[in-house]
């Protein structure tokens, strides 16, 4: 048992030494969210605009300024801001821009006299969104996003470079598929369109009034479960990518020639990559929660990146068993999580996936926990209400462990090392 | 003591260990010598409990590895052919995950580093990542971790392949401090210099058997050699053999105008008494020679190959 923690330990340490690899992990699905709040963003060309109209009834320099400032940018992206005058009003009632933005008479004299300067907005009663929170969340969107994106394409290159240094191939694989995955996710842009629409009527329900910028948070709420899902899924490659090295490497074999059990060095594995896995899932969706994502009860949700993080360590242990080289287990391992990923709702948002892919989405770590999170995010509900998710997860995940643990024991003993 | 009886191994067709029996007695430096391919890493992987042999025993102080794998692990340090670390730890890392996994802890722990390091000479780049080390560096951590539970057997597979000839003389130098220090040394090698130089007894392995066992004199008369004498000079063949007669104590193994090989017999009169003879300024002989017997010759006398391919 000594022998276990000691390795776990170890394990560990190597993950903390090695912050390249974590920010990789963390950064993809980050970086691919990121890209998913562009496709709303660049939606304006598919015409979904968010239009405000600004209204000066101030009329002086700084008023001229803040007005300027907010319709005359470049690259504005989703957000459409219009200076009119009265009849604003009147396009506000009609539905035909989100928000009204009313520079009132005496604003200047008001900020410049240090007394409080308020600036009116009104909403487009039939969208619940309050127009300085979308404006504030799309601008911040347009801005930070674009460039964002602007980079990532470029620097997925270097990110590859970067890792073939660092690392034996895989990360470079993982390199190059995120720039498939990047790729992709353009194709099915057409695809993700819809649900993100259908968001503003989620977020309706909520009638949050509050600063929060709603429609950043409901973007992130579709999209980075699915994604943080697979981002566990690479956690979990990466860690049993460690088994494969250590027996490649002759580690495996000075392991064993320690006082150091086949079952306590195959259980340490099995602790490391589900606490690796879980580590980093768990650090993606508190990274959610401060981009402003509502995960849910804190029980439902440590359930859920509990019982998902053992269904991924599962799957990837499984996977490495079945083959008897590092290459071929990231090869294995590459196409099986990207096919999950693809039919099992870490792309294309699970309301949006086509029905005859159900019973294959059915069978994967990302459809079920994804699920989960959508019952918890969207539909609000508690800890009960993922009970069969969590029950699927853990349940599969062990036995998937148990299976992929008793080969790899097997091959041991059989002198495989 | 450590005590290999009648081990076997094969893989599918391959008998890779077949039937090989040896003893290392304490604080000896045993030498296992054999080309690539020999079984060599295959024996190491037995007596060290990782690979469980098809026939034969394993005895470390009369326990059997297989039967008590826990205690008997615990003599052992075992450092392998592949240099296993972690290059993305430091080195101390590395040797706080490999004492721990001997139970140490805490300040005896702290020590048995310091220590390890210190010997191998690397307590200045404790801190660094093995990344950054040289092929030799890396040798030479490979070799501490082995070390770093103070195990009364070192088994040490090829521990010198792959690094330049200094950074070879200094882990020869480590494993003679080590086995000076008490320590009971098993080592593997391919290269004839090295069992010459370090070893006590040497076990000369092929295809999975031994073919000899012995301290370096042992062997080298086994092969029926004494020291071989290259003689040059203006001398004919038929006026050397005649003057070789009256000589006893070597047999001449090649005779040309020119040129004779001869060999010495060890049981004959010494160098001293020979060398004037064959100097003589009669016989025109300018050039004497002397080879001292070697392991390679021993190895082509009893396989009929050089170790070297
Ligand atoms: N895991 C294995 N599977 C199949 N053959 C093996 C395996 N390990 C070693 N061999 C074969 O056994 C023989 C001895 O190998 P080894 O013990 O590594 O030799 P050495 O260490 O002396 O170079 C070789 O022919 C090698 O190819
Ligand atoms: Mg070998």
Redesign the interface.
């Known amino acids: 048992m000594a022998a276990t923690l000691a390795i776990v330990r170890r394990d560990l340490v190597r993950w903390a030494r090695n912050p390249g690899r974590l920010v990789l992990l963390l950064g993809m699905p980050l970086a691919l969210a990121a890209i998913f709040a562009l496709a709303f963003g660049t939606g304006g060309e598919a015409g979904l605009t968010v239009r405000v109209l600004v209204i000066d009834e101030d009329g002086t320099a700084l008023s001229e300024f803040l007005s300027g400032a907010l319709g005359s940018q470049e690259d504005t992206g989703p957000l459409d801001v219009e200076i009119v005058g009265e009849e604003g009003r009147a396009m506000i009632e009609r539905g035909e821009a989100s928000a009204l933005v009313i520079i009132p008479e005496g604003f200047t004299d008001a900020f410049l006299d240090g007394r409080p300067a308020t600036l009116r907005l009104i909403k487009n009663p039939a969208e619940q969104f309050l127009p300085q929170a979308v404006e504030e969340a799309l601008r911040a969107a347009a801005v930070v996003l674009s460039q964002a994106s602007r980079t990532f394409r470029d620097e997925l290159a270097e990110f590859s470079a970067m890792l073939a240094a660092d690392h034996s191939p895989d990360p470079v694989a993982i390199g190059a598929m995120s720039t498939r995955i990047a790729a992709k996710l353009q194709t099915v842009e057409p695809y993700l369109f819809p649900p993100v629409i259908e968001l503003e009527t989620i977020s309706a329900d909520g009638g949050d009034e509050s600063d929060d910028g709603p429609s950043m948070q409901a973007v992130l709420s579709l999209v980075l479960p699915g994604l943080a899902v697979l981002s566990l899924l690479f956690f979990a490659q990466a860690a049993t990518r460690d088994v494969m090295e250590e027996r490649e490497h002759g580690l495996l074999r000075r392991l064993l020639s320690a006082p150091v059990g086949t079952g306590e060095y195959l259980l340490a594995k099995c602790v490391s990559v589900v606490t690796v896995s879980a580590l980093g899932f768990a650090l993606l969706i508190g990274i959610g929660r401060l981009a402003g994502v509502a995960w849910g009860p804190p029980v439902a949700v440590i359930g859920l990146v509990l019982s998902a993080s053992i269904a991924a360590s599962g799957l990837l242990l499984l996977l490495v068993s079945l083959v008897s080289s590092e290459m071929a287990a990231n090869a294995l391992t590459t196409i099986v999580v990207m096919v999950s990923a693809m039919v099992g709702g870490s792309f294309v948002p699970l309301p949006a996936l086509p029905d005859f892919l159900l019973p294959v989405a059915r069978l994967t770590v990302n459809y079920w926990a994804t699920s989960g999170f959508l019952v918890l995010i969207r539909d609000g509900g508690g800890p009960a209400d993922v009970v069969p998710q969590i029950g699927v997860l853990a349940g599969g995940g062990l036995a998937m462990l148990a299976v992929g643990a008793f080969r790899l024991a097997r091959r041991i003993r059989a002198g495989d090392v | 003591m450590l005590s290999v009886r009648d081990l076997a191994?094969r893989?599918g067709e391959i008998r890779a260990v077949d039937g090989i029996s040896f003893d290392v007695q304490d604080g000896e430096i045993f030498g296992l010598l054999g080309p690539n391919g020999a079984g060599k890493t295959t024996t190491i992987?037995m007596i060290?409990?990782?690979?469980?042999p098809d026939g034969g025993q394993v005895l470390v102080d009369g326990q059997d590895v297989w039967a008590r794998?826990?205690q008997v692990?615990?003599l052992?340090g075992?450092v392998?052919?592949?240099?296993?670390?972690?290059e993305?730890?430091?080195a101390r890392?590395n040797l706080v995950?490999?004492a721990?996994?001997?139970?140490l802890r805490g300040a005896q722990r702290r020590a048995a580093i310091d220590r390890a390091l210190e010997r191998v000479g690397l307590a200045d780049r404790a801190a660094d990542?093995v990344r950054t080390f040289s092929g030799g560096m890396k040798r030479r951590l490979n070799l501490s971790?082995g070390l770093i539970h103070e195990p009364k057997f070192l088994l040490l597979d090829e521990p010198t392949v792959g690094i330049d000839p200094q950074a070879r003389l200094a882990i020869l130098e480590i494993v003679r401090e080590v086995a000076a220090s008490g320590t009971t040394v098993l080592y593997t090698t391919h290269y004839m210099d090295e069992a010459e130089k370090l070893c006590d007894r040497v076990a000369i392995i092929d295809h999975g058997r031994i073919l000899a066992t012995g301290t370096l004199d042992e062997l080298t008369r086994l092969a029926g050699e004494g020291e071989l004498l290259r003689l040059t000079g203006s001398f004919t063949a038929d006026a050397l053999r005649e003057r070789l007669g009256a000589l006893d104590g070597v047999e001449p193994r090649r005779l040309a105008d020119g040129f004779a090989l001869l060999a010495r017999r060890p049981d004959g009169p010494g160098l001293a008494q020979l060398l004037p003879r064959l100097l003589d300024a009669e016989a025109g002989v300018d050039d004497v020679a002397i080879q001292r017997p070697s392991l390679e010759a021993v190895f082509i006398a009893l396989t009929g190959r050089a170790l070297r391919d």
């Open positions: 191994k893989f992987s060290s409990g990782v690979l469980a794998p826990k692990k615990r052992l075992v392998p052919q592949e240099i296993a670390v972690y993305d730890l430091t890392d995950f490999w721990s996994l001997y139970g990542r971790m």
